[in-house]
């Protein structure tokens, strides 16, 4: 759903300029809050500085409901806040959220996944047909990310080098079915935090390992055996991390001890995804999908 200047989209339900909600203020837009971990010093003056942590940011919406001389209209507005952040789907789910889509001039729309806090209105002026509203959500995750998502699929390389350079000379080399095929590719975060991949691994391989090349930071499954249909997806984003089948079943046992979906992200930026497996019919493919990341609006 395509959102206009100074608009918001609550779940599917757009606020703001241009529509029967005035939005007046918004706060906790900006900087989130601080978990800090700072230690008083023993026998000394001061303290000692420990790592700063994002806190869950709070948004709050000074709004009003302007339907004049239409009282049973504006009932029906707040009666579709409250279905859009009802939803057992999301109340009663861990990780769960609804989305919250934001546009301001000149930028990109941006998207929060938040819960609903208070949705209260103040009935004392509705029979002229307005209804003052105080909205509050909280994002677990205080990040801003982009609200299209972007996919790249990588399959399984075949030739050792890479490719042919000429002059080709013999003897030339290529893979066999008992050497883990290699293949890079090239994801790009053009925002200006760290975003958080969902990699779906389809079959058919086997022994698969997927490595972010700056970081060095890797996730191994050397244990999978996938045949043919079915997949297998690592979710690193905050408040999922998981790794499931295709039906849904538990597929964490797979991952290597050493393996830290909470540390695979991709930096802003261009970067180099590489993954291998033992795949001798060369159609076996990863699946990257990322939503860009913002430190700010």
Same mark, same amino acid.
């Given at each position: 759903?395509?959102?206009?200047?100074?608009?918001?989209?609550?779940?599917?339900?757009?606020?703001?300029?241009?529509?029967?909600?005035?939005?007046?203020?918004?706060?906790?837009?900006? !900087?989130?809050?601080?978990?800090?971990?700072?230690?008083?010093?023993?026998?000394?003056?001061?303290?000692?500085?420990?790592?700063?942590?994002?806190?869950?940011?709070?948004?709050?919406?000074?709004?009003?409901?302007?339907?004049?001389?239409?009282?049973?209209?504006?009932?029906?507005?707040?009666?579709?806040?409250?279905?859009? +952040?009802?939803?057992?789907?999301?109340?009663?789910?861990?990780?769960?959220?609804?989305?919250?889509?934001?546009?301001?001039?000149?930028?990109?729309?941006? !998207?929060?996944?938040?819960?609903?806090?208070?949705?209260?209105?103040?009935?004392?002026?509705?029979?002229?047909?307005?209804?003052?509203?105080?909205?509050?959500?909280?994002?677990?995750?205080?990040?801003?990310?982009?609200?299209?998502?972007?996919?790249?699929?990588?399959?399984?390389?075949?030739?050792?080098?890479?490719?042919?350079?000429?002059?080709?000379?013999?003897?030339?080399?290529?893979?066999?079915?008992?050497?883990?095929?290699?293949?890079?590719?090239?994801?790009?975060?053009?925002?200006?935090?760290?975003?958080?991949?969902?990699?779906?691994?389809?079959?058919?391989?086997?022994?698969?390992?997927?490595?972010?090349?700056?970081?060095?930071?890797?996730?191994?499954?050397? +244990?999978?055996?996938?045949?043919?249909?079915?997949?297998?997806?690592?979710?690193?984003?905050?408040?999922?991390?998981?790794?499931?089948?295709?039906?849904?079943?538990?597929?964490?046992?797979?991952?290597?001890?050493?393996?830290?979906?909470?540390?695979?992200?991709?930096?802003?930026?261009?970067?180099?995804?590489?993954?291998?497996?033992?795949?001798?019919?060369?159609?076996?493919?990863?699946?990257?999908?990322?939503?860009?990341?913002?430190?700010?609006?």
């Amino acid at each position: 759903m395509p959102l206009e200047d100074w608009q918001y989209d609550l779940g599917g339900v757009v606020i703001g300029a241009g529509t029967n909600v005035n939005v007046i203020e918004t706060t906790g837009l900006g !900087r989130p809050p601080v978990r800090e971990s700072d230690v008083d010093q023993p026998s000394m003056d001061g303290q000692f500085a420990g790592p700063d942590y994002w806190g869950g940011r709070q948004i709050q919406f000074d709004a009003a409901i302007k339907i004049p001389g239409n009282p049973a209209a504006c009932h029906d507005m707040v009666a579709a806040l409250q279905a859009v +952040t009802d939803p057992a789907s999301v109340r009663l789910v861990g990780g769960q959220g609804m989305a919250l889509r934001i546009k301001r001039p000149g930028r990109p729309v941006k !998207r929060l996944t938040v819960r609903a806090r208070k949705v209260d209105p103040e009935y004392g002026q509705v029979i002229h047909g307005y209804v003052p509203l105080d909205l509050e959500f909280l994002a677990h995750d205080p990040t801003f990310y982009a609200d299209t998502p972007s996919t790249t699929e990588l399959p399984l390389g075949w030739l050792t080098g890479g490719g042919f350079a000429a002059p080709v000379v013999a003897p030339i080399y290529v893979q066999d079915g008992t050497v883990a095929a290699d293949r890079p590719g090239w994801v790009t975060n053009a925002g200006t935090a760290a975003a958080w991949p969902v990699l779906r691994v389809m079959g058919p391989c086997a022994n698969v390992t997927i490595t972010h090349v700056a970081s060095g930071r890797s996730l191994a499954l050397p +244990t999978l055996n996938l045949p043919a249909g079915r997949w297998v997806e690592i979710d690193t984003r905050p408040g999922f991390r998981t790794v499931t089948w295709d039906n849904g079943g538990n597929a964490s046992t797979y991952l290597s001890p050493a393996s830290r979906i909470d540390l695979f992200s991709i930096p802003p930026g261009v970067s180099e995804m590489r993954w291998t497996a033992f795949d001798s019919t060369n159609s076996g493919r990863l699946r990257v999908t990322w939503r860009d990341a913002y430190i700010a609006l």
